[in-house]
Nanobody
Framework: QVQLVESGGGLVQAGGSLRLSCAAS????????MGWFRQAPGKERDFVAA????????YYADSVKGRFTISRDNAKNTVYLQMNSLKPEDTAVYYC???????????????????WGQGTQVTVSS
């Protein structure tokens, strides 16, 4: 069982940066692939980024590639999402999630993730 708690969201102007953190409980965090998803009002939850258990493989949605960076610190049981050059269309609730099955690759699909945090709001003003 893993519990995930996101932090770092807030209000930022377009072009600004935010760093989201996701702190995980449990000794098995380092075995899991981790992902970030986001959900805007009235829309489905979309994939943002994923990282393998070791951090050696990372994946990004086309909409954030080159602007966002996912990373992890297994010693701190934490995964991060550095978001630069933010745009108003990045406004959403951001969720981190843990995938215990595809630890070497991660996944683009929300249904592959077994554990979810409560989300943190990111609002980008124009």
């Amino acid at each position: 069982q893993v519990q995930l708690v996101e932090s770092g969201g807030g209000l930022v102007q377009a072009g600004g940066s935010l760093r989201l953190s996701c702190a995980a409980s449990g000794r098995t965090f380092s075995r899991y692939a981790m992902g970030w998803f986001r959900q805007a009002p009235g829309k489905e939850r979309d994939f943002v980024a994923a990282i393998s258990w070791s951090g050696g493989k990372t994946y990004y949605a086309d909409s954030v590639k080159g602007r966002f960076t996912i990373s992890r610190d297994n010693a701190k049981n934490t995964v991060y999402l550095q978001m630069n050059s933010l745009k108003p269309e990045d406004t959403a609730v951001y969720y981190c999630a843990a995938d215990p099955e595809r630890s070497y690759t991660g996944s683009y699909y929300a249904y592959d993730y077994d554990y979810w945090g409560q989300g943190t709001q990111v609002t980008v003003s124009s």
